[in-house]
Structure formats: structure tokens, C-alpha cells
């Protein structure tokens, strides 16, 4: 298999990216200006910025805090319908009272 050389220089991607992220630039009007495909340029965009690092697995204590606090989510949320119903009830009782 042959090696194919590249069209643009490693400057010139680099370049390219620096001035499509910056303020007030797009990558379609950016890739026009060079005269290259916004395609080709997103492409380097994304093979220029850092890899995402794995999220870190919780720690027994966070596991543990997250449960709680969904538990208490659940309550209030509970609680919450029960005095929305509440109140409805009411609002009909003094309807009819009157």
C-alpha cells in the first residue's frame, strides 16, 4: 500500500482550526475562505482538541450520598402530588360552600 502525502501542511491545519474556533467564525465560511471542504476542516478540528478522559467511578460515599438524595427526590416528589391534590380538593370545597 502506498503512502499518501498530504495536500496541506501541518501548520496550515493548524491554522485552519485556530481561526475556525475563534470569535465570530463558523467552520463552513472558515473552510470557504481557505478553499477547503468543511468536511476536511471539521475533521481536523476534531482530531486537534484533547481526548475525553473516562468519568472517574464514584467513590463509595458519593454512591452512597446520590442514593440518599434520589430517595429524598422521590419523597418530595411524592409529598408534592399529595398537596397538589390536596389543594385541588380544597379549592373544590369552597366552590361548592359558596
Known amino acids: 500500500m502506498s503512502e499518501r502525502k498530504s495536500k ?4 496550515f491545519r493548524a ?3 485556530r481561526l475556525a474556533l475563534s470569535p465570530g467564525q463558523t467552520v463552513r465560511g472558515t473552510a470557504r475562505d481557505l478553499g477547503i471542504h468543511a468536511v476536511t476542516l471539521r475533521s481536523w478540528i476534531t482530531a486537534a482538541q484533547p481526548p475525553t478522559p473516562p468519568p472517574e467511578p464514584l467513590a463509595k460515599d458519593e454512591r452512597e450520598e446520590l442514593m440518599r438524595l ?3 427526590v422521590r419523597t418530595l416528589e411524592e409529598e408534592r402530588e399529595i398537596l397538589k391534590k390536596a389543594a385541588a380538593f380544597f ?5 361548592a360552600g359558596r
Open 8 to 11: 496541506y501542511s501541518p501548520e
Open 70 to 72: 434520589r430517595r429524598r
Open 91 to 95: 379549592a373544590r370545597e369552597d366552590e
Open 15 to 17: 491554522d485552519a482550526v
